[in-house]
């Protein structure tokens, strides 16, 4: 299992992004300062960091700039409100892989992670299958049987978390915060309507309601 280091302050960020990693089969540790996030990288323990510019004690060009100084190489996706050029620039030139503004997507970081990873280690499943379902994460194909569909990025993303969790009940609010992001209405039927675009594309007998739960691909 791959573990993940979060370096981040802010408590609703860093909590919702570490129940969405566990969620997706990921191990992970939150440190809320750039002090912590420096000593619990250089451990080798983890395989990325997801790291924000702004936190107290060190921000996070200091604690890359350590890192990469000693030679640390591990996978960094950089993670601010701070979406100015120069910013971008600064820390994509102080050695970090990947760079995410504030507000995001879940889906859009964990795609990222899962693309650096994948980098990392050529070995990790790139294509999902429940049945005669398949996706290919890195192509964004999609089979049903022979039968190539089309699916637009939500809808996909939706399809994604279907299959990794095949057989267990989804909630509404689950679904929303994994794919629509952090700052979801939880009061949305969003999640309602993009289960039905799915299920017309998939099959409308793949995709059970379970009352007062949520879904399920059965």
């Known amino acids: ?3 993940i280091l979060i370096a981040d302050d802010e408590e609703r960020i860093s909590g919702f992004i570490n129940k969405g990693l566990r969620a997706a089969g990921f191990a ?3 440190a809320t300062n750039g002090f912590d996030a420096l000593a619990l990288a250089q451990t080798g323990e983890f395989d990325l ?3 924000d510019i702004n936190m107290p004690g060190k ?6 700039d350590e890192l990469r100084g000693s030679g640390n ?3 960094v996706i950089m993670l601010t409100a701070r979406v100015e050029l120069h910013d971008t620039v600064a820390g994509l030139e102080a050695g970090a892989d990947d760079y995410l503004g504030k507000p995001f997507r879940f889906d859009e970081l964990l795609a990222r992670i899962r693309l650096r990873m994948r980098k990392e280690d050529q070995t990790v499943t790139q294509e999902l299958s429940h049945r005669d379902l398949s996706l290919d994460v890195r192509t964004r194909r999609v089979h049903v049987g022979e039968t190539s569909v089309e699916l637009s990025a939500r809808e996909f993303a939706l399809a994604e978390e279907f299959i990794r969790h095949a057989g267990q009940v989804l909630s509404r609010e689950q679904l929303l915060s994994r794919v629509w992001g952090y700052d979801f209405d939880p009061g949305s039927n969003v999640a309602d309507v993009y289960v039905g675009y799915l299920r017309q594309k ?3 007998d793949r995709i059970e309601t379970v009352r007062g739960a949520g879904f399920r691909l059965v």
Request: proline share 5%; charged share 10%.
């Open 202 to 204: 998939i099959g409308t």
């Open 1 to 3: 299992m791959a573990s």
């Open 28 to 30: 992970t540790q939150v």
């Open 59 to 64: 921000d996070g060009f200091a604690v890359l």
């Open 73 to 75: 190489r591990i996978p």
């Open 49 to 51: 960091l997801v790291l």
